[in-house]
């Protein structure tokens, strides 16, 4: 697709619960980033991946959460045994990332997520 | 990484030229300035960068002082539309190793 994707747009789940939020990105962009964001608040970074370095983890609220990036293309965040408090838009951006130049941040739409 | 102060929260009218000034004292040499927009329900869409003196495309305009220290993005004539949260951020020239940090933005209402 032209832009980033991100599945599904909406997701419910009990307290305890685990759920996978998938994020397709931008074709030859080799940088992808989660970040989260709660209710009227501004974007918490999550995790990075660029290329084919070890994962920057370290916003990473617990290690109920994780991330991985299969042939440095989609990624899925996975969020285990879920609180409340992990209610939020889960949103997944991808980049270029090219030395020298600014970098240009693509968003997909986000996932919100619901947990009751 | 260099921290950015910009207002909470801005009104205007439609028609008029909105001016949306953004505070970075320790932005590095290589340092790129990015805006973005970010509707309710979506996620945020870049609208300009800058490194230095002005910068303008077809949604804005960015105004950069010689010293750095600070950007105004500027959107001429805002229309109901304009209304969403602008985030002004500093860094990316690292090519790789560059981790955008959004704060809470502005919130600019436009009203009728």
């Known amino acids: 697709g032209a832009g980033v994707s991100q599945s599904p747009s909406n997701k419910v789940t009990e307290k305890g619960k685990d759920v996978e939020l998938r994020c397709d990105p931008i074709s030859g962009h080799t940088a992808l980033y989660w970040y989260r964001q709660s209710l009227g608040q501004g974007l918490e970074f999550l995790i990075y991946f660029q290329g084919n370095s070890a994962p920057d983890k370290s916003g990473l609220p617990s290690d109920r959460f994780s991330a991985e990036r299969t042939g440095g293309s989609v990624s899925t965040l996975t969020i285990q045994r879920t609180q409340q408090e992990d209610s939020a838009v889960y949103l997944c951006?991808?980049?270029?990332?090219?030395?020298?130049?600014?970098?240009?941040?693509?968003f997909g739409s986000g996932t919100q997520l619901s947990v009751l | 990484l260099a921290k950015t102060t910009q207002p909470i929260s801005m009104d205007s009218y439609e028609g008029q030229e909105v001016n949306i000034t953004c505070s970075h004292n320790?932005?590095?040499?290589?340092?790129?300035i990015t805006w973005y927009q970010q509707f309710p329900s979506q996620g945020p869409r870049f609208i300009i960068q800058g490194y230095k003196t002005k910068v303008t495309n077809e949604v804005a305009s960015l105004f950069i002082p010689a010293d750095r220290k600070s950007s105004t993005l500027s959107l001429p004539r805002v229309s109901l539309s304009d209304t969403a949260v602008y985030y002004c951020l500093v860094g990316g020239a690292s090519g790789g190793s560059y981790i955008p940090t959004f704060g809470r933005g502005t919130s600019l209402i436009v009203h009728p």
């Open positions: 951006a991808s980049s270029l990332a090219v030395a020298g130049a600014g970098e240009k941040l693509f």
């Open positions: 320790n932005i590095a040499t290589n340092d790129y």
